[in-house]
Structures are given as structure tokens and as C-alpha cells.
């Protein structure tokens, strides 16, 4: 089984250490929601809610935004330079050992 490690430091600083499959399509909200992290993922991940925002606090090396993520983000509260949107980030073996922080709840 294709697994990576995903940390996720929630909106008290606590840190979650994640062990996310890579091989169904899975991204970093839906992961959240499955360690019943506090992401509400409200459109089911279609970039259109921005309750998956997290920022990225690691070194990792993500895709290029979409013009839908940088649209949601341009419309979300408590953005930062390095906010990006976990429905967005898919699971597979680049982002091993990513580290992210969730977003205050707007």
C-alpha cells in the first residue's frame, strides 16, 4: 500500500501526524475529514467555500494554483502569502511529510 505522511497542526497548535493513501485520489481535506479533523469541507471539494483553507508551513513543493484556488482565496478571510486550499492538494508520494496548519474558522 502507497501511503505518505501528512502533519496537520490544528487551530490550538496541536499536531496530528496523518497517514494518507496515495493511490485513491484522495486530497488533504478529505483526510482531515477522515481523522475527523475540524475542516468543514463545505462543496465537497469543488474549490467554491474556502472551509478547507489551510497554509502551508513546510518546504513542499506544490502545483501551481488554479485560477478556481486563487479565485476562493481572493474571496476568503485570514489569507496569507502561503494559504492554499486542502481539497486542492492531492495525495500522492511529492508532498510526503508535508506540513500544514489550518486557517481560523471566518
Known sequence: MNEITVTIIDR????????GPTD?????M??????ELPVLGE???MAMC??????????TILPEQSDAELDM?????????NSRLGCQIHLDDSINNIV??????A
Do not use: W
Not at 485513491?24 to 488533504?28: D, E, G, K, S
Not at 500544514?100 to 474558522?105: I, S, V
Open 73 to 81: 482565496l481572493d474571496q476568503a478571510f485570514f489569507v496569507k502569502q
Open 50 to 59: 474556502a472551509t478547507c483553507q489551510c497554509y502551508l508551513e513546510s518546504e
Open 24 to 28: 485513491m485520489n484522495m486530497n488533504i
Open 12 to 19: 490550538e497548535g496541536n499536531h496530528h501526524e496523518l497517514i
Open 43 to 45: 462543496c465537497g471539494g
Open 30 to 35: 478529505e483526510l482531515c475529514k477522515a481523522y
Open 100 to 105: 500544514l496548519r489550518l486557517a481560523p474558522e
